[in-house]
């Protein structure tokens, strides 16, 4: 087996961090020689995120959890611990949402993976959606129910939309992956 470049520093309930990349440590002699160095934590909430981080911050991989509650037919963004999901300037996002909404009787729902490329320039105005979204129905037991990705250019985030059903309470959240790239 190869050497790990990574130690557990905490229990994954510690609510700071996980793991840590070995060669921030003083002990380090030199960073690793590998394209990139993979990074896991949880957060406060438990939640398991990652990130990734190649050559000069040039690609970056990240994990988020995104949730939100409908009650009826008004449509609600799903939120980041209560924040948009905000985009970096300059960069294009590969992203893959896996959102899943579960009505409160919990006899129906809708779960749907959703896969697009979104860009933002210098401004957050400039945010868009450079192809349609490629949408993917895994479970669709409940009519009404919906979830869509846009491009918000108010805030400069990816925006993920969804509607519930009439006097329903739907309990929704979404595992978002982004893959970065700058824009040269």
Known sequence: MGQSKYYQVSSLRSGVTNYRDYAKQLHAISRPSLPGV?????????????????????????????????????????????????????????????????RSTLNSGLCKEIRGVIAIGSTNASALLLSPTIDTVILSSSVGLSAA?????????????????????????????????AIV
Do not use: P
Not at 76 to 96: C, E, I, M, P, Q
Not at 153 to 181: D, F, P
């Open 149 to 181: 990705t846009t491009a918000d250019t108010v805030n400069g985030a990816l925006k993920i939309t969804v509607t519930g059903a009439a006097n329903e309470s739907i309990r929704w959240i979404a595992q978002v992956e982004l893959l970065e790239i």
């Open 38 to 102: 993979l990074r896991t934590w949880a957060d406060y909430n438990y939640n398991m995120c990652l990130s990734k981080q190649s050559g000069n911050n040039v690609q970056v991989l990240a994990a988020f959890i995104a949730k939100g509650i409908t009650t009826g037919l008004t449509s609600v963004v799903l939120l980041v611990d209560g924040y948009n999901l905000f985009l970096t300037k300059n960069r294009a996002h590969s992203f893959t949402v896996r959102v899943i909404g579960i």
